[in-house]
């Protein structure tokens, strides 16, 4: 025996609930003397005089509430009546599109379009993703008593989208209809969601200084106001924008007090850069290259707020140099055939003692004499240091050719480890006559 | 005395003269029947007006070259309004050059003596440059805005008298807004507020246009910059000695949209309430209202406020927004959502205005 298919006395209906958008169109209003009127009459001193009084006598009357016209269509009020943006607002006209980071908004409705009460109405909502279900709205506990005949019981739910693809609001409800049956009422609606942005980013180590590109593409349909961009460091690192020099022009503007431009990203496609300066806050405990993550805020109309974090960033590890060799001062006048003392400085970066050192010139493979030479004793020789310990010390060079000069390959060596160092960068000095 | 004597022949009544060396009290010294055709515009009976105009036509009823120019600009204005863009360009079309000088006052001296200048009407200039758009050739009508834009400032720049000044000046306004409304539809929204950045540098201080400063901040996400711009506002309200309640319903109203966008739609009711005690025919409070009462799950009171506007105040109320908005309402609350809207179009039907789209209702 086949029962005939139930007939619901229940129906739901959705709409989704973003914020409204203000409604933006051309108005078709104007001045009336620019429709009576030639365009050049004013310049006539006799029209000038008598034209305007008789043009606000008998056009331009304030609208009351006894005026059954529709002036208000036609007539300016005011001069930026034609600038087409009345802050009327506009309800959502359709679904749109559902990115991740954003919240999901819903009016539910449950309308009775039969002709009889239905009572003990036990309503569920919940969003089905891929991986979970997350229960939205359940009045198990307390159900709805009634839904008088053409009545309705409305709720509103929010979701925080956290997962991309498709998701499925679940609408149930299980009543007693007019008949006193028991009936189920499930509806199921779809909408997939989205990524709205992608990250790309990139870690350069320039000079033991490490920096990050991030380059965020957005790729939704309306442009995004990128509220926040916030870079959190790992526990070990701390993090500095670096932002290219704003222009001085039109600081005194009077609208510079209003509107700072605002940082929006365009749709489909549009990028933004951003530059982080990251260094190491504590020594030796860079053995992880994690350096931390994005967190991105942005804003589409009306405020509507998203978020999303990247996942972690990795960088380079860097492994912390054992000694540090730096170049202290340099004479600011070489010349030529004179000798010139380099000051020069050898930090031990670790927490035990080294050496003792040996620094020279290295030798490159050409068989041109170089430009700069150690005057005297080819190496020189330096005592250990203990841990964190430093040494200053001198090398005496001498210059033979004119002109700009590269000091190459100052070398430290440990004697008693027998480990030669990366030389120091080629420094530039100009060697003039005497 | 016999019936049949001849009448003494009536002196030959002049052409309508120029009404500037006469004493004139009314609109109709302007153009023919002027004031006619000024309360069918009030009234919205824009179909009335394209007959008027093409019976004035085809009866010879218009005399001298202004009321041609005067009447070419009701209908083309009408057809525009009644979305009939074709015929108004093709209106539009049957005038030659505008800078011809067929339409100058000085080509004719017989009747307007010695007056000189355009006598254009300059609503011609603005729908010459709207057709293309509204046409669908956008760019054509961008670029006839900036033209009309250089023209506009030209005049300025030859230092005519005040009243001539200030109405070039308004003019100025008039095309800068609607080069912005071009720019606020294609969604460039930079370019808007580069623009009204332009407006506000030229010392338009004009609490109507911080406002819409405001909402074009908002419409992108920039709620710290809308914040800055209803402050200006709301100091230029209060520090208002005339105190008149459309500056104050337009700090009310910006104020109620930052309660909005804070989710606090409470407050926002309260404000526009208080919008609407002041000024009953505030639409926008009452619109905006009923939307909040929305977010606030009261469907049936955001209905109820939209159903009682149309009542009391139909000549504003009846606005197609607020129709789209009732509609996807009624859609939400109605399963036979049909019926509610039909009823609606056929009051709609029997009370709006010419030029009123009732596509919104989408029935």
């Not at chain 1, 007693?176 to 049956?181: C, L, R």
């Not at chain 1, 997939?192 to 320039?206: C, D, F």
């Not at chain 1, 490159?364 to 310990?389: C, H, P, R, Y």
């Not at chain 2, 309660?259 to 926002?268: F, I, N």
């Amino acid at each position: 025996m086949s029962t005939p298919p139930a007939t619901q006395s229940l129906a739901f209906r959705v709409m989704r609930l973003c914020r409204p958008s203000f409604h933006v169109d051309t108005p078709l209003l104007l001045d009336p003397s620019d429709l009576i009127l030639g365009e050049d009459i004013f310049d006539d001193p006799l029209a000038a005089t008598h034209l305007p009084s008789l043009i606000d006598t008998h056009l331009t009357n304030p609208i009351d509430s006894s005026d059954l016209s529709y002036r208000s269509r036609f007539l300016l009020q005011t001069p930026f009546d034609s600038f087409g943006l009345t802050g009327l607002l506009v309800l959502p006209q359709s679904f749109g599109a559902i990115y991740l980071g954003e919240t999901f908004c819903s009016y539910i409705s449950i309308n009775n379009s039969s002709n009889f009460e239905v009572r003990d109405i036990v309503i569920k909502a919940e969003m089905q993703t891929e991986r979970q279900r997350i229960l939205l709205l359940d009045t198990s506990k307390t159900p709805v008593e009634s839904i008088r005949a053409s009545g309705r019981y409305d709720f509103i739910v929010e979701h925080d989208v956290k997962e991309l693809g498709a998701h499925t609001l679940v609408c149930t409800a299980l009543y007693s209809d007019g008949d006193g049956e028991r009936k189920y009422l499930p509806q199921f609606f779809k909408f997939i969601v989205a990524n709205p942005l992608s990250v790309r980013t990139k870690v350069r180590v320039v000079k033991e200084i490490t920096y990050l590109e991030a380059c965020i593409e957005n790729h939704t349909k309306t442009n995004l106001y990128m509220d926040q961009v916030e870079f959190e460091p790992a526990p070990n690192w701390s993090a500095k924008i670096l932002k290219a020099d704003e222009h001085k022009s039109e600081d005194n503007s009077p609208s510079r007090e209003i509107l700072k431009p605002p940082v929006l990203v365009q749709s489909g496609g549009g990028i933004r850069n951003y530059l982080y300066q990251l260094s190491l806050s504590s020594l030796g405990s860079a053995q992880s290259n994690v350096l931390g993550k994005l967190q991105i805020t942005w804003r589409t109309n009306l405020g509507e707020p998203g978020r999303l974090q990247t996942q972690q960033i990795l960088g380079t590890p860097i492994t912390p140099k054992e000694i540090e060799l730096h170049v202290a001062e340099v004479p600011s006048a070489i010349n030529l055939d004179r000798p010139f003392l380099v000051h020069l400085n050898l930090t031990n970066q670790t927490d035990r003692e080294l050496g003792p050192f040996e620094v020279w010139l290295s030798q490159d493979d050409t068989l041109d004499e170089k430009a700069v030479m150690i005057n005297g004793l080819q190496t020189l020789e330096l005592s250990q240091l203990e841990a964190f310990g430093s040494t200053d010390f001198y090398l005496n060079l001498i210059a033979t050719k004119l002109g700009v000069q590269k000091i190459t390959g100052i070398t430290v060596f440990d004697k008693s480890e027998k480990k030669t160092y990366a030389p120091l960068p080629d420094l530039e000095i100009f060697v003039d006559m005497h | 005395m016999d019936s049949n004597s001849p009448q003494p022949e009536s002196t030959p009544v002049p052409p309508s003269s120029d009404p500037l060396t006469n004493q004139f009290t009314s609109l109709n010294d302007l153009a023919h029947e002027l004031t006619s055709l000024q309360d069918l515009a009030n009234r919205g009976s824009w179909l009335s007006i394209v007959d008027k105009v093409n019976r004035a036509r085809s009866l010879s009823l218009l005399n001298t070259p202004n009321d041609h120019l005067t009447y070419l600009a009701y209908i083309v204005l009408s057809l525009t309004k009644l979305r009939r863009f074709q015929e108004a360009q093709t209106e539009l079309d049957s005038l030659d050059d505008f800078n011809s000088h067929h339409y100058r006052y000085e080509t004719y001296p017989k009747i307007y003596h010695d007056r000189s200048g355009s006598m254009v009407p300059f609503s011609l200039r603005w729908l010459h440059a709207l057709l293309p758009i509204k046409l669908g050739n956008r760019q054509e009508g961008l670029d006839r805005f900036y033209l009309l834009l250089d023209f506009v400032r030209e005049k300025l720049n030859r230092n005519g008298n005040d009243e001539s000044v200030k109405v070039w000046r308004k003019r100025e306004v008039f095309v800068v807004n609607h080069i912005i409304n071009q720019h606020l539809s294609n969604k460039e929204l930079s370019v808007c507020i580069d623009l009204i950045d332009a407006l506000i540098s030229r010392g338009n201080l004009d609490p109507v246009l911080l406002s819409k400063l405001g909402y074009v901040q908002m419409q992108i996400g920039d709620l710290d910059g809308a914040n800055v711009s209803f402050g200006k506002v709301e100091r230029i309200a209060s520090e208002s000695v005339e105190n008149e309640s459309g500056l104050r319903n337009l700090a009310s109203r910006n104020k109620a949209l930052v309660y909005l966008v804070g989710k606090d739609y409470l407050s926002a009711v309260r404000e526009y309430d208080e919008c609407i005690e002041r000024d009953a025919m505030d639409y926008v409070a009452i619109n905006n209202k009923a939307i909040c009462l929305m977010y606030l799950r009261d469907l049936a009171d955001s209905i109820k406020v939209l159903e009682s506007s149309l009542e009391r105040v139909p000549t504003v109320a009846l606005n197609e927004t607020l129709i789209v908005n009732l509609c996807s309402m009624y859609e939400l609350a109605y399963v036979n959502h049909s019926d509610n809207k039909r009823t609606l179009n056929n009051w709609i039907a029997r009370v709006a205005p010419d030029d009123f789209d009732s596509s919104c209702t989408r029935v």
